[in-house]
């Protein structure tokens, strides 16, 4: 809905693409000065939001239903003490959304306060700027015990707030939110085990939460959910960690982010479990930390051959006995069931920091027939894959990024990727004779499409 609605105010010119560098997919976008001057005239007028004379949104819900977090604004007074310049308290029953502008510090808020908020339904308090510069940090996570009245929040966002490391308990509470968003809350080091009983939670985005080990069994209980963004798979597991194989019961999963520090991932048997998520059409896989890799040359350079250090094998054997547990967690119910030879519907891949210089098996076009986007971003693979000569692939767009041992040539690129209409290349150094412009693009011309 969301999106269609998105769509909508594009197509209608409300907003505008911003297109950096000719880019075929714009993901900014701008609202033409005249359009927003009319917008706040009539939000104005329906009392949507409460603006200054400036035409700045500010804190002030005394007549709508809406307060902006706002920096230095004067009326965030009424939100830091509840009540009027007169003394008179304000209703805050009647606030339903809240909205950090440009607040570094969003947990003003006391606890008995925010408990009275009974009626919000949106609560972004995280940075929605695209830049990372914007800062946003809390003394504490003590306020958001105060969500547990919020019964009809249906949007929740921390994005990019530091200090959190917890999820408080109280999270698990709100029984109608749809969308928890918690991008980049880089001090996150634990979700609430209770989290599976969000039962109308639809998008799940805990992707840049680096410090996140494992994620709780309770995700796979989530069986509205259709967008999740940063799935944790590493090698310490314990009984209350999920296993990829229980992202099974998410039946309506259609976009899955995966973070890993493993350098063997996915395996052959994590690739047909992943292949078994049979409505999954966008999937990233991002290696980084480069604990294994570190780890292995750490042993190399301080042991010389034949030494080995002291809990060195029973590390090996824990790490066996790790995978055999997610083996078991794939196909631990009945029969093993058919696996698919391919992605059924997979329609866009993005792999980031990919660590080895040949390409995954499971990357040929055979096997990913409906493929349409191919994204490649850093690592150290040096070809995209041994197929048939007869094999192409169908993508369409196909994004090269700080791929400094990549080594192909243009013909191989068109003879591989007939269908190719946009390619975007940049810091590969080893692709020769693209014919793209000064930004690293080449847009297939518009009589030969």
Known sequence: MG??????????????????????????????????????????????????????????????HRACLVLNDSSQKLLRTGSRSDGS???????????????????????EWFSKLKNVKVLYLGRWKNSASHHIEVESGEFLKGLRSMK???FFSLQGISRITKLPDSVCKLSSLRILDL???????????????LKQLTHLD???????????????????????????????????????????????????SIYTNVEDFPTD?????????????????????????????????????????????????????TRKLLKAATFKQGLRPEIPEEFKELEKLDLQCYPKMTAPSWLIPDKLAKLKK???????????????????????ILRLKFLSNLKMDWNEIRASFPDLFYLEK????????????????????????
């Not at 991008?183 to 009983?197: F, K, M, T, V």
């Open 3 to 64: 999106g269609e609605i998105f769509l909508k105010l594009v197509e209608t010119g409300c907003i505008e693409a911003v297109n950096k560098k000719d880019r075929l997919v714009a993901d900014t976008y701008k609202m033409n000065p005249f359009i927003r001057s009319s917008m706040i005239k009539f939000a104005k007028e329906a009392r949507f939001f409460d603006f200054d004379e400036k035409g700045n949104p500010t804190a002030d819900f005394s007549n709508c």
């Open 89 to 111: 308290p304000l209703d805050h029953e009647k606030l339903q959304t809240i909205f950090n502008v440009n607040e570094p510090y969003p947990d003003f808020f006391k606890l």
């Open 152 to 154: 009809f929040l249906r």
């Open 183 to 197: 991008r980049a809350c880089h001090n996150l080091e634990l979700l609430p085990d209770g989290i599976g009983l």
């Open 206 to 256: 805990i992707s840049e939460c680096y410090l996140l080990e494992y994620i709780p069994k309770g995700i796979a209980l989530l069986s509205e959910l259709l967008v999740l963004k940063g799935f944790v798979v590493g090698d310490r597991i314990s009984a209350d960690s999920c296993t990829l194989g229980e992202l099974l019961k998410l039946s309506k999963l259609r976009k899955l």
């Open 269 to 321: 048997v994590e690739v047909s479990t992943i292949r078994q998520v049979k409505k999954l059409q966008k999937l990233t896989i991002v290696w980084g930390g480069g604990v294994d890799r570190h780890a292995k040359q750490l042993t190399k350079s301080t042991f010389s051959e034949g030494q080995h250090p002291a809990g060195c094998c029973h590390l090996r054997e824990c790490k066996r006995f």
């Open 374 to 396: 191919l994204y490649i971003r850093g690592g150290e693979l040096q070809n995209l894959g041994q197929f048939k000569k007869n094999d192409k692939w169908k993508v369409e």
């Open 426 to 449: 940049f810091n590969c150094p080893k692709l020769t004779l693209f014919p793209c412009d000064e930004n690293g693009l080449w847009l297939k011309p518009l009589n030969d499409r």
